[in-house]
């Protein structure tokens, strides 16, 4: 069994999400997706993803709810 994955289409369904998804995911400046290019092929590991994966859900986990809301005071709605 192999360790990677090639081309945009195995990463986006490797990932269950678009391809475009993950080439924004890639060209972001913080933490950007893991890939790399043998040639004119794209490669992503699967423990770089694994590892990747593991710093957004400690990222998104640690964010307040006040800064993932915004500084706006919720409303309630009756």
């Given at each position: 069994?192999?360790?990677?994955?090639?081309?945009w289409?195995?990463?986006?369904?490797?990932l269950?999400?678009?391809?475009?998804?993950?080439?924004?995911?890639?060209?972001?400046?913080?933490?950007?997706?893991?890939?790399?290019?043998?040639?004119g092929?794209?490669?992503?590991?699967?423990?770089?993803?694994?590892?990747?994966?593991?710093?957004?859900?400690?990222?998104?986990?640690?964010?307040?709810?006040?800064?993932?809301?915004?500084?706006?005071?919720?409303?309630?709605?009756?």
């Amino acid at each position: 069994m192999s360790t990677y994955v090639e081309t945009w289409k195995s990463i986006a369904s490797t990932l269950g999400r678009s391809e475009r998804w993950c080439r924004y995911m890639a060209q972001r400046d913080a933490d950007p997706l893991p890939i790399f290019k043998v040639g004119g092929i794209v490669r992503m590991n699967l423990p770089d993803l694994d590892e990747w994966l593991g710093r957004q859900r400690t990222r998104s986990l640690a964010r307040p709810v006040a800064e993932a809301l915004g500084s706006a005071p919720l409303k309630l709605i009756a």
